[in-house]
């Protein structure tokens, strides 16, 4: 371990924040095995020795978008031979199979329908709640809020409530990408800043909503960019308190518009996940999500900052559209599985982490 990062494992030890200067030196360091060791402290100080996952279920309710991002598949314009739209018949048969196969939650983001009304969103989590009365639903993007709020010609706010009149229980964290202007000009130049992002979030927050927090890297980024992601990200945090868990995300290009990049490595992957858990001191969670990193890195993560894995996921659309070759979803047992294999004790947890205990059947 080098003289900087020395200094940055003893403020870590001993409980003090750590600034940008130190953040951005995480980034450009490759000793990836001391970088592990410092998140490692910090991992366990806020989780010992728990692995966290739930039993999910993705559902994106319409691929159809106007906003043609280069680093997405996922999203189509309703012309496209790939675009579809999901009857409502078809979510509540989705949501009684999750419901029955024990899931906690529901995972519900989609791109931005041009011909979708807000009644339309409020009628999809009614319907939800209709069939599966217990589940959580985590729902629509911030990106996918201020869409709304933009053709209702409403304040966030009162779309917010309507919505967690309808079901809506927590917001994900998607949609973040990269908060810098310099970036989102290059591949989201149509989708909401990173400012209203942020903007929305701490709405949300006010609200009592909880909600989650990401950054896609692996493409046109560099480090400071990702530092003053996750300064904005901290410093929200630091106000409200409203965040929940972090996700890296790592980019997937293989049928993107910027299918000439290369793909993350698994150094990139365990590099993003311990640094982020070294500087987001206020973070409760650090998820790695191993649909976009592979089981095996996801694995080797929880020993590098990681304290939750995800979940079942149960059908995954986003990533693989892009290319991703991992499993679209996990029975519990392999969860469990790859979670004692790394040494950390499974924990099933709900959308808010209360834990659940479930009786042998």
């Not at 159809?64 to 309703?78: A, I, L, S, T």
């Amino acid at each position: 371990m080098d003289a900087v990062l020395h200094s940055i494992f003893q403020k870590v030890q001993n409980a003090e924040r750590i600034d940008a200067a130190d953040c951005l030196a995480l980034f450009e360091s490759n000793d990836l095995l001391s970088l592990g060791r410092i998140a490692n402290v910090v991992r366990e100080r806020k989780n010992g020795n728990r692995a966290y996952y739930n039993i999910n279920r993705h559902i994106n309710y319409s691929n159809v978008c106007y906003v043609d991002c280069k680093f997405c598949e996922f999203g189509q314009p309703k012309s496209s031979a790939k675009a579809y739209e999901l009857s409502m018949e078809e979510m509540k048969r989705l949501g009684q199979e999750a419901a029955a196969q024990g899931a906690t939650e529901f995972h519900i983001v989609g791109g931005l329908h041009p011909d979708l009304k807000l009644d339309y969103y409020e009628n999809l989590l009614k319907t939800f709640k209709s069939v599966a009365p217990q589940v959580h639903l985590k729902a629509f993007t911030a990106v996918e809020i201020d869409y709304f709020a933009k053709i209702s010609r409403l304040e966030v706010e009162e779309v917010l409530q309507r919505l967690v009149a309808a079901g809506l229980g927590s917001m994900p964290g998607g949609g973040a990408e990269v908060l810098t202007e310099r970036v989102r000009k290059l591949v989201c130049i149509n989708k909401s800043s990173g400012q209203r992002w942020i903007d929305i979030h701490r709405i949300a927050h006010k609200m009592g909503l909880r909600s989650n927090a990401t950054l896609l890297y692996g493409h046109v980024e560099n480090s400071q960019d990702k530092v003053e992601h996750l300064q904005m990200l901290r410093d929200l945090q630091d106000e409200t308190k409203g965040f929940q868990t972090f996700i890296p995300l790592s980019f997937i290009p293989y049928d993107t518009q910027l299918a000439h990049l290369p793909p993350t490595t698994g150094l990139s992957d365990l590099k993003h996940i311990a640094v982020s858990r070294i500087f987001l001191d206020n973070f409760p969670h650090i998820k790695v999500y191993w649909i976009m990193t592979g089981i095996k890195i996801a694995q080797l993560a929880l020993n590098f900052g990681a304290d939750d894995i995800d979940g079942t996921v149960m059908q995954e659309r986003i990533v693989h559209m892009a290319g991703a070759q991992t499993p679209e979803g996990l029975h519990v047992e392999e969860l469990v599985r790859l979670v004692r294999e790394a040494g950390r004790e499974p924990t099933e947890r709900d959308t808010l982490y209360n834990l659940v205990s479930r009786s042998a059947a």
